[in-house]
């Protein structure tokens, strides 16, 4: 079994877009604070382990007892894989079985652990 551990609070990143009109077509950009999040935690990526499963069980620790979106969460995880190359995609042809848990809360070690 193989495990990363990426250690913050995660921002959801559906929830942290900025929407522009460039040439007639809406696009949409994650903010600031998403970005920051998503460029610093790859840092993190930085040798571990490649994801060599379609299984994953993603478990997450929060900093305080603040309302949250848990999908919100995951598919900024997800996301952050498939950026740095861990996983190929996210989509259900790649990943097979995703299970997703809350463990409550960790407010000296906010974390999401991905094992597979």
Not at 4 to 32: A, E, Y
Not at 53 to 59: A, C, E, I, R
Not at 62 to 86: A, C, I, Y
Request: charged fraction near 30%; glycine fraction near 6%; proline fraction near 3%.
């Amino acid at each position: 079994m193989g495990q990363i551990i990426l250690r913050g609070r995660i921002p959801s990143k559906k929830n942290s877009t900025i929407t522009m009109v460039r040439n007639g077509r809406v696009l949409h950009f994650p903010q600031n604070a998403y970005r920051t999040w998503h460029k610093d935690t790859s840092k993190q990526l930085i040798g571990c382990e490649k994801i060599k499963s379609d299984f994953l069980v993603l478990k997450f620790w929060f900093p305080d007892n603040r309302r949250t979106d848990l999908t919100n969460k995951t598919e900024s995880v997800m996301d952050l894989l498939v950026d740095n190359g861990f996983i190929k995609d996210d989509c259900w042809q790649v990943i097979k079985s995703l299970t997703i848990e809350s463990e409550g809360i960790d407010k000296k070690n906010p974390r999401v652990e991905i094992l597979w």
